[in-house]
């Protein structure tokens, strides 16, 4: 028998005799390899005089063939035993509960799901959300809505300024989202019909007051709206919000520069010890101010004032959440305690919706 047709004999007994992937690429490599068996064999056709290279050369071309498609055969056929194997040993039981996902584990923060609640209220009225931004101009902050420097309202705010620029100017973190108010009127025509929720920042800290809060602005100008428009919206708001049948509400005079007339609003409650009850009892609640726009204000967004009108209002998104949530503390808000958040936090995929349910 000549050289190669023992060393197919050989090749072929060694790959019937892989018992898995390993041995047989082991076997591969000894065949075909670089320095393979059949490799070296091929290497010597170069030796040979023609005639018998004419012989060799096909014969062992043929051996390579027959070898390679061998070894994919039982390449084949151990990979569908391994699958075999694996499928008899593996089990999977999909009844059994998943393990809980971030989805689950994860808490929305009640300031973040108060604000997902009034936005729902609002939309559904019709109002868009608008945002401004938390660095502000003195324009936006104070002088557009006819806080003039020197009036006593600026220092009233306890305003964060930034060092001076060049020209003088000094940026502000806003101390209120009324500015929003403004930037609204300014980019575009009225009517405008928008809500304003987000961060403002007063240099104040202490048990009701941190140096960041959250505010929510409304903001309604169209030709004919009037005050029963704002004592309808506020009062449907605050319906909505803490779920109630019906609320009192009480409208006191107040004073903002950039409204007239100005008022604050109570809703009716009664408290019980520690625990505040909306929708009943003897007492008052403050928890907004609001009024009609000032024409000055107006005049300065390029609004004639005997055309347009319109309510806006403003309230502290922190201390929403407290009352409806009965949260004591409102520095608990800001201490990023996983403990806290596991408490009062809501679950991600519950999302507000007037249909569904503003809190569960
Ligand atoms: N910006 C006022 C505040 O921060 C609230 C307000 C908004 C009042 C809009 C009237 C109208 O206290």
């Not at 390449?75 to 391994?82: S, T």
């Not at 008899?88 to 923060?109: C, F, N, Y």
């Not at 009892?281 to 005049?299: A, F, K």
């Not at 201490?335 to 809190?359: K, N």
Request: with cysteine; aromatic share 8%.
């Amino acid at each position: 028998m000549s050289d190669h047709e023992q060393l197919a004999r050989d090749l072929h007994e060694e790959i019937k005799a892989a018992g898995d992937e390993a041995t047989l690429e082991a076997v591969r490599v000894s065949a075909l390899g670089k320095k393979g068996r059949i490799s070296q064999l091929m290497k010597s056709l170069g030796s040979m005089d023609p005639e018998q290279r004419k012989i060799m050369g096909p014969a062992l071309n043929g051996l390579k063939n027959d070898i390679q498609a061998a070894i994919s055969e039982r390449q084949k056929a151990l990979y569908a035993a391994a699958l075999d194997a694996r499928l008899q040993t593996e089990k999977l039981d999909v009844t059994l509960p998943l393990p809980p996902s971030a989805q689950q584990m994860g808490r929305i923060h009640p300031v973040s799901q108060v604000m997902d609640e009034i936005a729902a209220i609002f939309g559904d009225m019709g109002l868009s959300i608008a945002e401004g931004p938390d660095i502000e101009d003195d324009f936006h902050n104070f002088t557009a809505l006819n806080i003039p420097a020197e009036h006593p309202a600026r220092q009233m705010h306890d305003t964060f300024y930034f060092n001076e620029r060049e020209d003088g100017s000094r940026l502000v973190l806003r101390t209120h989202t009324s500015p929003v108010q403004i930037r609204t009127m300014m980019s575009g025509p009225p009517p405008h019909r928008i809500v304003a929720p987000g961060r403002t920042y007063r240099c104040d800290s202490d048990q009701t007051h941190t140096p960041m809060f959250h505010q929510i602005e409304g903001l309604v100008i169209d030709k004919e709206t009037h005050i029963g428009h704002l004592k309808w919206v506020l009062e449907e708001f605050c319906k909505a919000f803490f779920e109630v049948d019906s609320v009192k509400m009480r409208f006191r005079p107040s004073h903002f520069p950039f409204t007239e007339p100005s008022f604050e609003m109570d809703i009716g409650c009664a408290r019980l010890g520690n625990e505040i009850r909306i929708g009943e009892g003897e007492d008052w609640l403050e928890i907004l101010g609001c009024g009609m726009v000032h024409p000055s204000v107006l005049r300065n967004v390029d609004i004639d004032p005997d055309v347009y009108q319109g309510f806006a209002f403003g309230m502290g998104i922190d201390r929403l959440a407290m009352l409806k949530y009965g949260i004591p503390d409102l520095r608990a808000f800001f201490e990023a305690d996983l403990r806290w958040l596991r408490h009062y936090g809501f679950v991600p995929l519950d999302i507000p919706t007037l249909h569904g349910g503003l809190s569960r």
